[in-house]
């Protein structure tokens, strides 16, 4: 076992009598695992018993629903906004299909937002064609050009709704980026781990729990043009979260665009096994480590997100996360990992 890396898992049996069985003893087992970096604990309960939900993707075009659009084509120039010179020159920046505007409701004093396509409702499988590498390279320069302004903040941030399930305001599909001194409190809290860990054990944690992931391939999903993808120990989601770490790239300027090629060519596959699994909304990031230090490694981290039902609408998330910051899995990340791999195989064979 890696030195100072601990999976920990705390079982629990929960026992009622089940009216569905003539009021006869029922358990139900549980589980608390201690996240191997910050030690935050994740309920894992309820085993399949959230299942992601259908979404109506054609009714999201039709006129009624769709309302006023301001990132489709025909409004995007009038309605979105554009930098001040002294941050960005051309005001605006594009590749492809991508726009990058600053966000006209700003989270933080540096807060874009990347409109990715044309259309207006983008399946998953319809990212193809370079939409996603223009997205990440476009928004990438965005940072990079940010982070070279004197005094600019430190942290470089990629977050992505898609899909009214996740939160996202606008089905159009977009991403949104940020130059923050606030990266939130779970990377604030990763990088200070993070930076333990190194002095601690005079490694890069990451890089480390790679190597204990790989050599004991629970949880494992694959390599790709030298990132590693694998299913979380302590998911954050309701339905486990998948990360991609590229290990030894640690700052904003080590991330080239070969490594966004890398994780463009992992997310077909993992959009592929989504599809399959109907999973249809996600909350994603990418985070990289602080520039000139090399103990946090650039990753990007997704968790799918579906309504309970929808009859009522009901949110996957509830009071676990809104009050008690617990985050509660459905989903053993080991199965995850497991039916994700085939797509893995299948999409880097080119079949
Ligand atoms: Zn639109």
Redesign the pocket.
Known sequence: MSEGIHFETTEFASTFLDPRREFEPTVERIQVRLDPLTGRSVHLAHFGAIQPQRLDLESYGRAEV?GF?????E??HRATPRFPADVLPEGRLVAGETLLVPNLFPYDAFSAVAIMTH???VPLEGFTGGILEDAFSTGLKFLRVVRSLPGAPAHALMAWNYMPPSGGG???PHQQYFVTGHPGNRYTEELRACLMFDQRHGKDYWSELLREEARRGERYVAEVGGSHWLASFAPIGVLGDLVCVFPGVFGLGDFTGKHVASLVEGLNCLFRYFSDAGIHSFNASLFFGQEGRKTFSAQFRIAPRTFLNTRDYASDLNFFQAVLHQPVSVVRPEDLAREVRPYFDVGRRGE
Do not use: G, Y
Not at 69 to 73: E, S
């Open positions: 769709k659009c301001p990132f489709c084509p409004h995007r259309e207006h409702v606008l089905i159009h």
